[in-house]
């Protein structure tokens, strides 16, 4: 039996260091092969260089796409979460005809391919005579991003005593009082995780700001598929690099603020 137990760790252990070698493994060459010196994608890098570095950070191309995702990427969170915070909490502590209808709905876009998600934005925002701009751009990501804050929040909201609301509510607190000073300072850590991952997939996306953007719309994971289309070199594993580093501190900084706001409370 002790034998049979040692063997299982032994099993646990090599398949959890498998598992994070097979996660692990293309994200260390995409660094590695970022600081090679000369125009290969060769790892590991024969010469140590921060030239690619330099070439992304002076590139008018990239920055300005990447300003672009930071504007839409910004706007996109703070629309998921006006929107998202009070669906997740009505679909949580409310019962009401066609409940099921409007969960549905607000997680389709998981379900539903970008893809096709892209092309049914392009035909209405069409239809309405809508050029691509920052505004187009930033609904459809707000209708991407939205699911995720709902269903973030959510786990959140349903893990709350409603007694405290109940309570606030029998010393005269309004509906409005409750969701400001109560629900939504006890939910802060679910709320910046929302928020985190809102910000990630809109600046991160693709598929959908194909459809939606234009010359001037560009943003960075678009620049970086038109860049790739007609020359392969470090600059793409550089930027890369930056977009790890940037979601490391972000879901980091996330996790702190959540950890500081329970010690708070």
Known sequence: MVTEGRLGRLFLHAYVIAFLVFVLAPLVVVVGVSFEHHALLRFPPQALSLRW????????QFLDAAWNSLIVAVLATVGSVVLGTPAAYALVRYRFPGRDLVATLLLSPLIVPQLVVGIALLQFFAALGLAASITTLTLGHVLITLPYVVRTLSANIVGLDPAVEEAAANLGAGRLQIYRLI?????RS???????????????NAVISLFLVSARTTTLPIAIYTYVEHSLDPSIAAISTLLMVVSVVLMVAASRLGRIERIDT
């Open 190 to 204: 679910g709320l910046y995780a929302s928020m985190v991952f809102a910000f990630l997939i809109s600046f991160d």
């Open 53 to 60: 570095y330099r070439e992304v950070l002076d590139s008018p």
């Open 183 to 187: 629900v939504l300072p006890l939910v």
